[in-house]
């Protein structure tokens, strides 16, 4: 099966420099001021930060005082965040992984548990989160969060059956260069995944696009439970 690596190596310059330093109108208006609420960033807190593209995201942890490990399946991607964000070297680690194998996400751990997990509208790029939410809890520390910011299950599934997980071809930004994969499924799959590796729900926003009243994507907060 295709795990859309190929499409995000293609990408990557684009999407790099359409992001440019600071994301986009999207991510900065619309994802980031939930993330960043729920994520509650701390001074010295250490995170991983799943799927991170170009580092934008990774930046502004830095900017926060937080220690991160930042990683990305597409080498290319990782290459151009190190050239970018060079001015942060000491406080980011910059990785390649890929999110869906387990035994490569357990390479991340170091000696320290991380605080706290993001991934910033990735898990809809995932071909299968279960490897991901369960190396995290195994990474994170007692009553550590995970957040994470996806696509709306309700309102964006491609299929008549809202229930039936479906792989689209879809475009990130307009005119990149080839349509990456779209992993659809049900939020009732997502939060048993996560109810499955022994996380809780402790925070929640549905957000739509300004001057619309249905909601585009949702954030979740998820909270350890289980004790290392």
Excluded at 26 to 45: A, G, M
Aim: net charge neutral; charged share 25%.
């Amino acid at each position: 099966m295709d795990n859309g690596l190929t499409a995000w190596e293609k990408n990557a310059e684009f999407w790099d420099n359409y992001m440019g330093d600071e994301s986009n109108d999207f991510h900065r208006n619309l994802v980031r001021p939930y993330v960043t609420k729920l994520l509650n960033i701390k001074k010295r807190d250490f995170v991983l930060d799943i799927a991170c593209g170009n580092g934008n995201y990774s930046a502004y942890l830095a900017q926060q005082s937080a220690k991160v490990v930042a990683f990305d399946y597409s080498e290319k991607m990782i290459q151009l965040a190190i050239k970018r964000r060079q001015a942060f070297s000491d406080s980011i680690e910059f990785k390649v992984c890929d999110a869906a194998q387990y035994n490569e996400l357990l390479k991340l751990k170091r000696d320290k548990l991380y605080d706290k997990a993001i991934a910033n509208m990735a898990i809809m790029d995932i071909a299968d989160i279960r490897p991901l939410f369960s190396a995290v809890n195994v990474m994170l520390r007692h009553d550590g969060i995970f957040v994470f910011a996806t696509h709306h299950p309700c309102f964006t599934y491609p299929a008549k059956d809202y229930f039936a997980p479906a792989i689209e071809k879809g475009e990130a930004i307009p005119k990149q260069p080839v349509l990456q994969n779209y992993y659809y499924r049900s939020m009732q799959e997502i939060f048993n995944i996560a109810f499955e590796n022994e996380f809780v729900i402790d925070g929640f926003h549905e957000v739509p696009f300004e001057g619309e009243k249905t909601p585009i994507i949702i954030i979740v907060r998820l909270k350890k439970t289980t004790k290392m």
